[in-house]
């Protein structure tokens, strides 16, 4: 690990600022996925800004019938809410789904949408990766990918997505509230928040240089089945292959969003309309799959189809 400078911030535009005047700075909370990295050069700020006495540890009703989550919520806390359990039940699924309980006590809302990719060319010091060094290629394509993305993957990056917690606020319309380094405050959709890669896969989510996710909202809940299945190679401690995120009302259209497929959580609003049957053909139109992931296109219509079926039973 690097030598690195710290601070610790008062306040969420007290820490904007102070990104902004450190190049090289970033914000460190529950420190799961940032200190790891870390520890293996991926990761090299010159500085870090401890948030966890900002605030923003709340969740609150909002006026609209909604949630309003602070980026400080741990995982643990936002899963066991009462609001939670009870309206976004998905959400709460999700959640206890990932890591263990000992990463969930320390992993926050804000981080949680943050965390890189897991992809082992990534976490490979000795091999190119496009996202850890631009330019320098992509080792997982034509390596080792049994794992990786199947959709929204490109020339430059094939690396799934790994949250579980971010499938889930995909599916509930979850907004993303951030301040940036000269106090503006602004709201971004979640499905605008996370990025394809592209040529560019070092960029992964729309957060400009020094701004802090402070809060994420959810709209009123959906009434319905709230399901989260997760398909992995062991029954804990693993990421998904394939999960599915679905809220299913008793008589209408479904809202669904996958995991473990693409390089963002991956939901296709359009694919929703129509019949359950075909529904997944329609979500996975245009997947791109190796020799090695290909399984994942009929395992994820297969689960889907479990879900549906299961939802509706």
Same mark, same amino acid.
């Given at each position: 690990?690097?030598?690195?400078?710290?601070?610790?911030?008062?306040?969420?535009?007290?820490?904007?600022?102070?990104?902004?005047?450190?190049?090289?700075?970033?914000?460190?909370?529950?420190?799961?996925? /940032?200190?790891?990295? &870390?520890?293996? *050069?991926?990761?090299?700020?010159? @500085?870090?800004?401890?948030?966890?006495?900002?605030?923003?540890?709340?969740? *609150?009703?909002?006026?609209?019938?909604?949630?309003?989550?602070?980026?400080?919520? $741990?995982?643990?806390? /936002?899963?066991?809410?009462?609001?939670?359990?009870?309206?976004?039940?998905? /959400?709460?699924?999700?959640?206890?789904? %990932?890591?263990?309980?000992?990463?969930?006590?320390?992993?926050?809302?804000? =981080?949680?949408?943050?965390?890189?990719?897991?992809?082992?060319?990534?976490?490979?010091?000795?091999?190119?990766?496009?996202?850890? #060094?631009? +330019?320098? %290629?992509?080792?997982?394509?034509? +390596?080792?990918?049994? =794992?990786?993305?199947? /959709?929204?993957?490109? *020339?430059?990056?094939?690396?799934?997505?790994?949250?579980?917690?971010?499938?889930?606020?995909?599916?509930?319309?979850? &907004?993303?509230?951030?301040?940036?380094?000269?106090?503006?405050?602004?709201?971004?959709?979640?499905?605008?928040? @996370?990025?394809?890669?592209?040529?560019?896969? @070092?960029?992964?989510?729309?957060?400009?240089? %020094?701004?802090?996710?402070?809060?994420?909202?959810?709209?009123?809940?959906?009434?319905?089945?709230?399901?989260?299945?997760?398909? $992995?190679?062991?029954?804990?401690?693993?990421?998904?292959?394939?999960?599915?995120?679905?809220?299913?009302?008793?008589?209408?259209?479904?809202?669904?969003?996958?995991?473990?497929?693409?390089? #963002?959580?991956?939901?296709?609003?359009?694919?929703?309309?129509?019949?359950?049957?075909?529904? +997944?053909?329609?979500?996975?139109? =245009?997947?791109?799959?190796?020799?090695?992931?290909?399984? #994942?296109?009929?395992?994820?219509?297969?689960?889907?189809?479990?879900?549906?079926?299961?939802?509706?039973?």
């Amino acid at each position: 690990m690097k030598a690195f400078t710290y601070e610790r911030a008062a306040t969420p535009a007290e820490a904007a600022a102070a990104a902004a005047r450190t190049p090289g700075a970033k914000f460190i909370a529950g420190g799961t996925n /940032l200190l790891d990295l &870390m520890k293996l *050069e991926i990761e090299t700020p010159r @500085h870090l800004i401890d948030v966890n006495r900002i605030g923003l540890d709340k969740v *609150e009703d909002t006026p609209d019938g909604g949630l309003r989550i602070g980026a400080l919520v $741990r995982n643990t806390d /936002l899963a066991a809410h009462p609001r939670v359990r009870r309206d976004y039940a998905v /959400l709460t699924r999700a959640l206890v789904s %990932g890591a263990s309980g000992q990463l969930r006590n320390k992993a926050t809302t804000g =981080g949680n949408l943050l965390q890189r990719v897991r992809c082992p060319y990534f976490y490979d010091t000795a091999k190119p990766c496009n996202k850890r #060094k631009p +330019g320098s %290629g992509c080792a997982a394509i034509g +390596g080792f990918n049994r =794992g990786l993305a199947v /959709l929204g993957t490109s *020339e430059a990056c094939i690396a799934q997505h790994p949250s579980d917690m971010a499938v889930a606020m995909r599916v509930l319309d979850a &907004m993303v509230e951030t301040v940036k380094p000269d106090g503006a405050t602004r709201t971004i959709p979640i499905a605008d928040f @996370h990025k394809l890669p592209g040529t560019t896969p @070092h960029i992964e989510n729309a957060l400009e240089a %020094g701004e802090l996710i402070t809060a994420v909202t959810l709209p009123a809940p959906v009434t319905g089945t709230h399901v989260y299945r997760k398909v $992995r190679d062991r029954s804990s401690y693993a990421f998904a292959l394939v999960s599915v995120a679905a809220i299913v009302p008793s008589d209408g259209r479904a809202r669904v969003a996958l995991g473990g497929v693409g390089t #963002k959580p991956w939901r296709v609003e359009s694919a929703e309309a129509g019949d359950d049957a075909g529904m +997944g053909k329609r979500i996975l139109a =245009g997947a791109k799959p190796t020799t090695q992931n290909a399984f #994942k296109l009929p395992l994820a219509e297969r689960t889907l189809t479990a879900v549906l079926a299961d939802a509706r039973s």
